[in-house]
């Protein structure tokens, strides 16, 4: 189980930050980033999560654009290299050699063609449950925020209470001195078990 550190150094910020624009430029999700970071820094991923979409992320929108910008470069130099090899993929037959010349024109596939669609068909499944992660990751934040949040206002609102009951208490002596020393200058008090003062008899 990881142990909650409150504090985030500029150190762990910029480990965070560099460890997402890492995964963004090769591809990845930052879903896979915050796991990362989470392990390195002993912290849970929806942690991570948090602090980059709350704090970090203002900070590096620039960088992010960019890294998405250079992913989108790799695949298209990746894209344009298959194409130019043109590997064919063509179903094996037991026809003639003549046979098979014949039906490789309209089976043959490329390869670059069948990257492209599961390249899509990939990133669009990876996003969407990436999105998704991320929305439960801040969810369960801000859940967890609430809930600091209506305890902070518990002990408050307790500290209010214990703050009146005292000036309360130190009202009544006080003026319980003012008129003791106006009637008796020897008399005496002592403190009963539910803090009031008592007026000792002589």
């Not at 990362?36 to 960088?63: H, I, M, P």
């Not at 654009?65 to 037959?93: C, F, N, P, T, W």
């Not at 002596?173 to 007026?199: C, H, I, P, Q, Y």
């Amino acid at each position: 189980m990881k142990v909650r550190q409150d504090a985030w150094s500029e150190e762990n910020d910029l480990l965070l930050a560099e460890t997402v624009l890492r995964h963004v430029r090769e591809g990845s999700t930052q879903l896979k980033a915050f796991e990362e970071v989470g392990d390195t820094l002993n912290r849970t991923s929806a942690a991570c999560g948090f602090r980059w979409n709350a704090v970090v992320r203002k900070q590096y929108e620039k960088a992010l654009g960019l890294a998405r910008k250079q992913r989108k470069q790799s695949y298209r130099l990746i894209h344009k290299d298959e194409e130019s090899r043109e590997l064919h993929i063509v179903l094996e037959s037991t026809q003639t050699s003549q046979n098979m010349n014949d039906s490789a024109g309209s089976a043959a596939l490329t390869m670059s063609s069948v990257i492209d669609f599961l390249q899509n068909f990939n990133s669009s499944g990876q996003d969407y449950e990436s999105l998704r992660k991320e929305l439960e990751a801040v969810k369960q934040a801000k859940a967890a925020l609430e809930t600091k949040y209506e305890e902070l206002e518990k002990r408050t609102l307790t500290i209010q209470e214990d703050y009146e009951a005292i000036v309360k208490i130190m009202d009544r002596a006080r003026k319980m001195v003012v008129f003791g020393n106006e009637e008796d200058k020897g008399t005496s008090f002592k403190m009963e078990s539910n803090g009031n003062l008592e007026k000792v008899a002589d």
